[in-house]
């Protein structure tokens, strides 16, 4: 396996490891028996070991989840449908991992004391954030009344997450949208709501 090969599968199965059990739980071990990557290597290419690798696990997954977004900005344009694929699109995660991988970055910090992997996931929240405030003002929000319905919404899907893997449903994560629905948009500012 090449060098870099090896660094993507490392972080490949972190990203994993870390959104479905956390920092704390994650060991080198399980890393290293998932990736099929001998420990010299993973030493090699991350010399400060499991912090390193996980703030590149982050950071791609922040990457990622950008690129993501990208997309839904460009399917959906305005509120209403954008944060209700965003929404749909984390039900159907949760779903399809029998309810493993909830949030996409708060278990990633769950344990961890490492400040570049708390940074790293700070500026994917930060994106989370930006991205929703796009969306609502571009259905016509003042830029401040956009940016604190853009928490409102973060902190929602964060919390109807955690609750959904709690319940093993979808249910928090469809009740969140509908509160949130009653607070967005209906269509772009030009367009009879």
Known sequence: MTRGTSRKRL???TARLLREQGYAATTVTQILDQSKIQRSSLYYLFPDGKAELAAAAVSEHRRQLVQG????HTRYPYAREGIAALFHFFAKELQDSDYTRGSALS???VGSVDEKV???VSKGYLHLKESLQVWLTRSGLPTATASARAELALTLLEGALVLCQAHHSCEPLRQALRQLEELTPVSSPSEPG
């Open 107 to 109: 278990h990633m910090t």
């Open 11 to 13: 972080i490949e199965v």
């Open 118 to 120: 708390r940074l790293e």
């Open 69 to 72: 977004l990208n997309h839904l």
